[in-house]
């Protein structure tokens, strides 16, 4: 909870450097665009630096682009605080009832709803600026994303599945990093989006396990609440959908030995996931949530060096 003495919101990590290092004023925006959990910026990235280096192994590049890799970095950034702040803005009525949310900026009176419009714009603006870096095609590719994007915070109002549909926005850089590189839309990509979508899925049903009986209680829709006692099977079908689509993926392309290594071994570490979620554990599905950074390594890592070995 946000008090004089403790800044944070509810779920943010102590001693981040956010709190360390920003004047008191900065926090909340800092908040709002989530700065202080930088998983979310993460596994926006990692479906944008898969799919360049998946495309690098396509076109027989050495190595995915240097400069792109860099773009979607900062674009992962600014995005993901500029989604996190629209989400903030639309469910801040819904989440000053929930526990976990409370404490965040606007719900907590530290920052005015205008004030985080504002500060969507700037973020907003330093997506365009990257997006406008790229290709034509990628560039249109990008604004079609938009759509996806802005009705995603009212899903959980309207459907029982909205990780369905953070998925589609959350996944779409599997066909920007491929539209950047090639200027085009190939099957490796679309197979790479969709076994994304599915890995989303499962990762959200996880993080949104921490909150089910408050969604329950103010009446929104959660795959938590769907696949209740049923969650690992479901995560294990999820995860298995994602798993299968990549292969399709890396097939395509003629990938060699270390892609599929790397496959494997992502495969792997989404297994302990399923055994490890207690479902009961709020702060353990935090934890196997998290882990999908590590994921996200050992798949790049394996693209790369894929990459790497396929064009000496």
Same mark, same amino acid.
């Given at each position: 909870?946000?008090?004089?003495?403790?800044?944070?919101? !509810?779920?943010?990590?102590?001693?981040?450097?956010?709190?360390?290092?920003?004047?008191?004023? $900065?926090?909340?925006?800092?908040?709002?665009?989530?700065?202080?959990?930088?998983?979310?910026?993460?596994?926006?990235?990692?479906?944008? /630096?898969?799919?360049?280096?998946? !495309?690098?192994?396509?076109?027989?590049?050495?190595?995915?682009?240097?400069?792109?890799?860099?773009?979607?970095?900062? #674009?992962?950034?600014?995005?993901?605080?500029?989604?996190?702040? /629209?989400?903030?803005? %639309?469910?801040?009525? =819904?989440?000053?009832?929930? $526990?976990?949310?409370?404490?965040?900026?606007?719900?907590?009176?530290?920052?005015?709803?205008?004030?985080?419009?504002?500060?969507?714009?700037?973020?907003?603006? %330093? #997506?365009?600026?990257?997006?406008?870096?790229?290709?034509?095609?990628? =560039?249109?590719?990008?604004?079609?994303?938009?759509?996806?994007?802005?009705?995603?915070?009212?899903?959980?109002?309207?459907?029982?599945?909205?990780? @369905?549909?953070?998925?589609?926005?959350?996944?779409?850089?599997?066909?920007?990093?491929?539209?950047?590189? $090639?200027?085009?839309?190939?099957?490796?990509?679309?197979?790479?989006?969709?076994?994304? +979508?599915?890995? +989303?899925?499962?990762?959200? &049903? =996880?993080?949104?396990?921490?909150?089910?009986?408050?969604?329950?209680? @103010?009446?929104?829709?959660?795959? !938590?609440?769907?696949?209740?006692?049923? &969650?690992?099977? /479901?995560?294990? +079908?999820?995860?298995?959908?994602?798993?299968?689509?990549?292969?399709? !993926?890396?097939?395509?392309?003629?990938?060699?030995?270390?892609?599929?290594?790397?496959?494997?071994?992502?495969?792997?570490?989404?297994? /302990?996931?399923?055994?490890?979620?207690?479902?009961?554990?709020?702060?353990?599905?935090?934890?196997?949530?998290?882990?999908?950074?590590?994921?996200?390594? =050992?798949?790049?890592? #394996?693209?790369?060096?894929?990459?790497?070995?396929?064009?000496?």
């Amino acid at each position: 909870m946000s008090t004089e003495t403790d800044p944070r919101v !509810a779920d943010a990590r102590a001693g981040h450097w956010a709190y360390r290092l920003l004047p008191r004023r $900065a926090l909340p925006f800092a908040q709002l665009a989530r700065l202080d959990r930088p998983i979310g910026w993460w596994l926006l990235l990692w479906p944008c /630096w898969w799919s360049a280096a998946l !495309a690098a192994i396509d076109l027989g590049n050495a190595l995915p682009n240097p400069w792109h890799l860099a773009l979607f970095l900062i #674009g992962a950034v600014a995005m993901r605080g500029a989604g996190c702040t /629209w989400n903030d803005i %639309v469910d801040r009525d =819904i989440d000053a009832k929930v $526990a976990r949310t409370r404490s965040r900026p606007i719900p907590s009176g530290r920052v005015t709803t205008r004030q985080a419009a504002a500060f969507l714009g700037l973020q907003a603006l %330093v #997506g365009l600026l990257v997006l406008l870096q790229f290709n034509g095609f990628a =560039i249109g590719l990008g604004f079609a994303s938009l759509a996806v994007v802005a009705i995603y915070p009212f899903t959980k109002r309207l459907t029982r599945f909205p990780q @369905v549909v953070l998925g589609l926005a959350f996944g779409w850089g599997a066909l920007m990093g491929y539209a950047a590189a $090639a200027g085009r839309l190939d099957w490796p990509a679309v197979l790479l989006y969709a076994g994304t +979508i599915a890995w +989303i899925v499962g990762y959200d &049903t =996880i993080y949104a396990h921490q909150d089910r009986e408050d969604d329950a209680m @103010v009446g929104l829709g959660s795959t !938590a609440l769907v696949f209740a006692a049923w &969650t690992k099977p /479901w995560l294990a +079908i999820c995860y298995g959908i994602a798993v299968l689509l990549w292969l399709g !993926a890396l097939v395509a392309v003629g990938a060699g030995a270390l892609a599929y290594v790397g496959l494997a071994a992502t495969g792997a570490q989404l297994t /302990w996931q399923v055994v490890a979620t207690d479902v009961d554990d709020p702060a353990q599905c935090l934890r196997v949530f998290k882990s999908n950074t590590v994921a996200g390594w =050992i798949m790049f890592g #394996g693209l790369v060096a894929d990459a790497l070995v396929a064009a000496a």
